[in-house]
């Protein structure tokens, strides 16, 4: 069953549910109300009667036709009256051939109440009250015959109703139903339609302000996305299979030639350091493509030590100095710290290392005196890092792809990389919340600037 006949089933039961609660609630009333009316007819037709009759024995009786008159308007149908004294003696009955029996129980019930009503099994209905004026007792029973006459026409005119609008109502909801869903039908076709091969499809989307068109416009957002994400590792596919092809075939050449020429040992030791310099590159470019493909694990983590970032600056320069002895690291302030918590931020060591220890790399590649300035500054909630290297500057077009992976700007053309440092400081500044801005100043400066959050004080009591 889909959803469009579950959706117009269950508004048709709660539309059955309200139709026959309304019907049952007008007939019970209808049948309370006539019988309130029939007690009140067959109470004042005994009261008439009785008046009737003791008019009839007294010496004036010129009123009778005027009571007579009176009984015979009244429509209600009487079928007996008994009048008894106060002790429960018959006085008169109507008509004279009617045998009758009342318990004690009734009796008292009446003249503990003055009026009381009842109704029989077979639904007659019974009044008893005390007269004032005399204190005898009157009895009458009628039966509302066009009173049940009208209830059972009632009866099936409300059927007939919630019948009749349990039809209309089935019909109307499929019909709108559909007309509500034709929008989301339209969507499923087109939807069912994407594939892989045409992510740069889109959903058709209109003016108007409803949920099917903000499910339309996130449904193009995710594609969006996707068609985003599978460009890149399509790209990334293709770099990295082209980028260790090149060290593999180097590789390969250079063993095949070693294997049919007889050399000597310091050709062989030649044939082989250049081995190992390819190979250290290879092991380089596969351990930067891991980092890379470990982007999203690494992203999800949230529950990193407090770390002083100027600690973590002199740590890596000292493992830079070690690294690449001909470079010249040099680290100052830009703004003095006000206290201990300036330079407080949470992250992961390994990770803000890598970071520093890549644009390092970078700046003793692309500089050209082989010198880098590091200046920390406190601004605010934020932790500006800038790195300063001296070299060619970016043109204006290869800025915006200086952050991707494999791409490698003009100045880069002459030195050996893979250009993925950047990227991986881009995804590691991006793990923590942070940016990385490149800066052309003044002088042939190249600066990379690095903001982090900073921890408050009150996060780094509590922690």
């Known amino acids: 069953m889909n959803l469009k006949l579950r959706l117009a089933l ?65 429509t209600a149908y009487v079928e007996q009256v008994v009048v008894l004294d106060y002790s429960g003696r018959l006085i008169e009955k109507a008509p004279d051939t009617l045998h009758f029996s009342i318990s004690q129980n009734i009796i008292d019930k009446i ?38 006459q009208k209830l059972d026409n009632l009866k099936w005119i409300l059927f007939s109703v919630t019948l009749g609008g349990l039809l209309v109502t089935g019909f109307f909801s499929l019909f709108f139903i559909r007309q509500v869903f034709m929008p989301l039908t339209k969507m499923s076709m087109q939807i069912s339609k994407t594939t892989f091969q045409n992510l740069a499809h889109r959903i058709d ?24 994400a599978f460009e890149f590792q399509k790209s990334f596919v293709y770099h990295a299979s082209h980028e260790l092809r090149t060290p593999l075939a180097t590789m390969l050449s250079q063993t095949e030639s070693a294997l049919e020429r007889n050399l000597s040992e310091a050709e062989y030791k030649k044939v082989l350091a250049s081995l190992k310099e390819d190979q250290q590159e290879m092991i380089e470019l596969t351990n930067s493509l ?56 949470r992250g992961n060591e390994a990770l803000l290392k890598s970071v520093f220890i890549n644009l390092l790399k970078n700046a003793n590649l692309y500089s050209i005196d082989h010198k880098a300035e590091i200046t920390l500054e406190s601004d605010g909630a934020t932790i500006l890092v800038h790195f ?40 590691f500044i991006t793990i923590h919340k942070g940016t990385i801005t490149y800066t052309p100043v003044s002088n042939d400066i190249n600066r990379f600037t690095i903001t982090l959050n900073k921890v408050t004080p009150a996060a780094a009591i509590i922690t």
Not at 53 to 58: G, P
Not at 117 to 140: E, P, R
Not at 205 to 228: C, G, H, P, Y
Not at 323 to 336: A, H, I, K, R, Y
């Open 10 to 74: 269950l508004f048709t039961f709660f539309v059955a549910c309200l139709l026959v609660l309304s019907s049952l609630a007008t007939y019970f009333l209808y049948y309370n109300y006539r019988a309130t009316i029939f007690f009140e007819e067959i109470k004042n037709e005994a009261i008439a009667y009785h008046n009737l009759s003791l008019l009839l024995k007294s010496p004036a009786g010129n009123g009778s036709d005027k009571f007579i008159n009176s009984l015979h308007s009244n």
């Open 111 to 148: 003249k503990s109440g003055k009026e009381y009503y009842w109704v029989s099994d077979n639904n007659y209905q019974h009044v008893g009250l005390v007269l004032d004026n005399t204190k005898q007792l009157l009895l009458a029973v009628g039966y509302d015959k066009s009173g049940f």
């Open 205 to 228: 989307v209109t003016d108007a302000k409803d949920e099917v068109n903000d499910i339309a416009r996130n449904f193009n957002s995710v594609l969006e996305r996707l068609n985003v």
């Open 290 to 345: 891991l980092l890379i493909s470990q982007f999203d694990q690494m992203e999800k983590a949230h529950d990193w030590p407090l770390l002083r970032i100027d600690e973590v600056l002199y740590e890596t320069m000292s493992i830079a100095k070690r690294m690449l002895p001909e470079l010249m690291v040099n680290m100052c302030f830009g703004t003095l710290p006000e206290s201990d918590d300036d330079f407080i931020i």
């Open 388 to 427: 300063d290297n001296k070299g060619t500057q970016l043109h204006a077009d290869e800025k915006e792809n200086i952050l991707t992976p494999f791409f490698r700007g003009g100045n880069a053309l002459k030195t050996k990389g893979y250009g993925l440092g950047l990227s991986i400081v881009y995804r």
